[in-house]
């Protein structure tokens, strides 16, 4: 069974800076692609960043660009999302997703196999 486990979300103040981590278990995690999502209250599940499975290629969504970086430990089976700068509207929950790949295509559209429970993310001004 394959799962994702995300944490390190939590409270913080703006242009502050927090870690998320994403624990995957069940699944051989260098063939996937990982991707972070977030959704607001009363918005759309939107996509935040992807890593491609080696961790050479990364994407990021233009709100987040510059202020959040995407990573992974394969050693570890785990991918990160450091979040820095923060502002009031990125608070969201912050869902970790993978997805089986062979290539780093499709990655804002592709359909992403598992996902994760979320973790909160508040920003205060």
């Known amino acids: 069974q394959v799962q994702l486990v995300e944490s390190g979300g939590g409270g913080v103040q703006a242009g502050g800076s927090l870690r998320l981590s994403c624990a995957a278990s069940g699944l051989t995690f260098s063939s996937y692609l990982m991707g972070w999502f977030r959704q607001a209250p009363g918005k759309e599940r939107e996509f935040v960043a992807a890593i491609s499975m080696s961790g050479g290629s990364t994407l990021y969504t233009g709100a987040v660009k510059g202020r959040f970086t995407i990573s992974r430990d394969n050693a570890k089976n785990t991918v990160y999302l450091q979040m820095n700068m923060l502002k009031p509207e990125d608070t969201a929950i912050y869902y970790c997703?993978?997805?089986?790949?062979?290539?780093?295509?499709?990655?804002?559209?592709?359909?992403?196999?598992?996902w994760g429970q979320g973790t909160q993310v508040t920003v205060s001004s």
């Open positions: 997703a993978a997805d089986r790949a062979t290539a780093f295509a499709r990655v804002t559209t592709r359909v992403y196999d598992y």
